[in-house]
T-cell receptor, first 112, second 117 residues
Framework: AQSVAQPEDQVNVAEGNPLTVKCTYS??????LFWYVQYPNRGLQFLLK??????LVKGSYGFEAEFNKSQTSFHLKKPSALVSDSALYFC??????????FGTGTQLKVEL | GAVVSQHPSRVICKSGTSVKIECRSL??????MFWYRQFPKQSLMLMAT?????????EQGVEKDKFLINHASLTLSTLTVTSAHPEDSSFYIC?????????????FGQGTRLTVV
């Protein structure tokens, strides 16, 4: 079955340090991959997507992600983390029926 | 970006009653909307796909008679939790995608926290 996996339940990073939230995919054909962020008791906000083209995708709030076909990964990155980046992050792929299927989520905690 | 509005954001109801949640696309037309359920610290579970002018498509294991979905217009889908029980307490989120298919991002409502007492 097609899926995305987020191997880390939680990531802790100090403010100002680079952050990485990992995502790997198992999707046939050309994968359409997305990153979303969720703040407490809120819906999800779109960060960025990879459809085709450049492997490095830039998105909202200074986030970027690199599509790596050989490693089947789509890790989310930011050069310098902020405390306000603390939230729940979801990787997702777009499959049949226009459905989005989400990973299990990674809680990012950025500390001073 | 596009806006999806979900209402109410929070509702408390008694066991046995029904609750209706509305999802509106404010600045675009959505022929398809999606309803998710999220348990604490867990991922989103797709419940059903709401299709404008036709019956919703439910995911396996989701009771269609309990979770009634109506998509009467291109900007409004509703989810009604019928005869609610405490185990239905959860966070419900709707989303919509503009035309363009798989490559377009989905926009999400703010979510509805349902508590059944």
């Amino acid at each position: 079955a097609q899926s995305v996996a987020q191997p880390e339940d939680q990531v802790n990073v100090a403010e100002g340090n680079p952050l990485t939230v990992k995502c790997t995919y198992s999707v046939s054909g050309n994968p359409y991959l997305f990153w979303y962020v969720q703040y407490p008791n809120r819906g999800l906000q779109f960060l960025l997507k990879y459809i085709t083209g450049d492997n490095l995708v830039k998105g909202s709030y200074g986030f970027e992600a690199e599509f790596n076909k050989s490693q089947t990964s789509f890790h989310l990155k930011k050069p310098s983390a902020l405390v306000s980046d603390s939230a729940l992050y979801f990787c997702a792929f777009s499959g049949g029926g226009n459905k989005l299927t989400f990973g299990t989520g990674t809680q990012l905690k950025v500390e001073l | 970006g596009a806006v999806v509005s979900q209402h109410p954001s929070r509702v408390i109801c008694k066991s046995g009653t029904s609750v209706k949640i509305e999802c509106r696309s404010l600045d675009f037309q959505a022929t398809t909307m999606f309803w998710y359920r999220q348990f604490p610290k867990q991922s989103l579970m797709l419940m059903a796909t709401s299709n404008e002018g036709s019956k919703a498509t439910y995911e396996q294991g989701v009771e269609k008679d309990k979770f009634l979905i109506n998509h009467a217009s291109l900007t409004l889908s509703t989810l009604t939790v019928t005869s609610a029980h405490p185990e239905d307490s959860s966070f419900y989120i709707c989303s919509a995608r503009a035309t363009g298919g798989r490559s377009t991002e989905a926009f999400f409502g703010q979510g509805t926290r349902l508590t059944v007492v």
